[in-house]
């Protein structure tokens, strides 16, 4: 069965960060583009940052680009979310989900709220 799981979601003040994780079981991860998503109240889901499973490329939303880092640790099948400079519009339940131009497999999602 595949599963992703998200943590580390919170409360946190502007400027402020947080470190999100999702754990991935039940396929070859390796072979796999794993993405983060978001989506805040109101709003489509949005595209965050996604790793390629073949180069290892990060690719990021012009929206984070410079403030969030993707990182990937294939030996755990985890990937991770360093969130930096954290702004109230970053405010929304995070998403990682299997493939990143369209995904099959999405983990439950995890709040993050940015206040002023």
């Known amino acids: 069965e595949v599963q992703l799981v998200e943590s580390g979601g919170g409360l946190v003040q502007a400027g402020g960060s947080l470190r999100l994780s999702c754990a991935a079981s039940?396929?070859?991860?390796?072979?796999?583009?794993i993405g983060w998503f978001r989506q805040a109240p109101g709003q489509e889901r949005e595209g965050v940052s996604c790793?390629?499973?073949?180069?290892?490329?990060?690719i990021y939303g012009d929206s984070v680009k410079g403030r969030f880092t993707m990182s990937r640790d294939n030996a755990k099948n985890t990937v991770y979310l360093q969130m930096n400079s954290l702004k109230r519009e970053d405010t929304a339940v995070y998403y990682c989900?299997?493939?990143?131009?369209?995904?099959?497999?999405w983990g439950q999602g995890t709040q993050v709220t940015v206040s002023s």
């Open positions: 790793s390629t499973s073949s180069d290892g490329r990060i």
């Open positions: 039940g396929f070859t991860f390796d072979d796999y583009e």
């Open positions: 989900a299997r493939d990143c131009t369209a995904p099959d497999y």
